[in-house]
């Protein structure tokens, strides 16, 4: 059984940073593929940012410069940075994570909200 918890989210005022974290745990083999996505109320679930098991990192052009992805591989997480926070930013925000021998798992999601 595999796991991703996922932590972080909240309320932030516009301008604000927030950091998600995602740590995955259980039988969970090689790590190939990291990223995030999120889901706004009424509108379908959408690609954020991902990362490879190289580093390489791509993102969504609405958050770019904004956003930034990382991962510690020895620790089997991934994070992410988000800066300069808008309020079309608000979302429930995903992780996903998929192995080398293509099994793949979602997080639980975290509430990001961004208002004033």
């Known amino acids: 059984q595999v796991q991703l918890v996922e932590s972080g989210g909240g309320l932030v005022q516009p301008g604000g940073s927030l950091r998600l974290s995602c740590a995955a745990s259980g039988s969970i083999f090689s790590i190939n593929h990291m990223g995030w996505y999120r889901q706004a109320p009424g509108k379908q679930r959408e690609w954020v940012a991902s990362i490879t098991g190289s580093g390489t990192t791509t993102y969504v052009d609405s958050v770019k410069g904004r956003f930034t992805i990382s991962r510690d591989n020895a620790k089997n997480t991934v994070y992410l940075q988000m800066n300069s926070l808008k309020p079309e930013d608000t979302a429930v925000y995903y992780c996903?994570?998929?192995?080398?021998?293509?099994?793949?798992?979602w997080g639980q999601g975290t509430q990001v909200t961004v208002s004033s």
């Open positions: 996903n994570v998929i192995e080398f021998r293509g099994y793949e798992y």
